[in-house]
């Protein structure tokens, strides 16, 4: 049973989505962000840049519990460890692998920038050119890939996928229409269709 620090946020919703989909029983311990829980000296232990999603998996590679944080590291060490998410022929591997690091290095804080920006009293405009500008800038390298093929792996559902879905799910928020990307949106509705995903969204 692996303890899955969570909240609902497109960082959070990544880690119940893999172990839905991997099989692997968990447990969502909330975590109050409004109350700054993730700044608590417990939580601290477990991630020490005060973020979530973090896990702790009791039965780690040496037979001891393990902790893990940060979404693409999280994503990772879930899909080595219960064999599953990440394809096996090579190419497609790296291809998983590529789209992972842009999520976690590109559109995660680009489009958390973009929303920040534009959700401030006080409007700089510079900020939310350059931040909105930035997310549909990225989003239309989604959209060619995805115009490719099904998955951004390839044929294969991955952890790139589910480390992109719930940032695009919300693309509003960093000032994307996802009506201007149609490969993009049909993408993200065939996502939140797979059962799993229902299940970890409840």
Do not use: C
């Not at 690091?101 to 401030?120: D, E, I, L, N, S």
């Amino acid at each position: 049973m692996i303890d899955v620090y969570f909240a609902p946020t497109p960082n959070g919703i990544k880690i119940p989505i893999a172990l839905e989909e991997l099989g692997v029983p968990y447990r969502l311990i909330p975590v109050n962000l409004a109350a700054n829980e993730q700044k608590r000296p417990e939580f601290l232990k477990i991630n020490p840049n005060g973020r979530i999603p973090a896990i702790v998996d009791p039965q780690g590679a040496d037979g001891q519990p393990v902790s893990v944080f940060e979404s693409g590291a999280i994503l990772l060490y879930l899909a080595e460890k219960f064999g599953g998410l990440l394809p096996a022929p090579p190419r497609e591997r790296i291809r998983a692998l590529e789209y992972l690091f842009f999520q976690v290095g590109g559109v995660g804080p680009m489009f958390g920038q973009a929303g920040w920006f534009a959700r401030q009293p006080e409007k700089i405009a510079v900020g939310i050119e350059r931040y909105q500008g930035e997310s549909r800038r990225l989003t239309a390298v989604l959209e060619a890939r995805l115009r490719e093929a099904p998955w951004l792996a390839g044929e294969s559902f991955s952890i790139a996928d589910i480390a992109h879905f719930g940032w695009l799910r919300s693309a509003g928020y960093a000032g994307v229409k996802l009506e201007d990307f149609p490969a993009v949106q049909a993408w993200v509705e065939r996502i939140a269709q797979r059962p799993a995903v229902k299940r970890a969204l409840g």
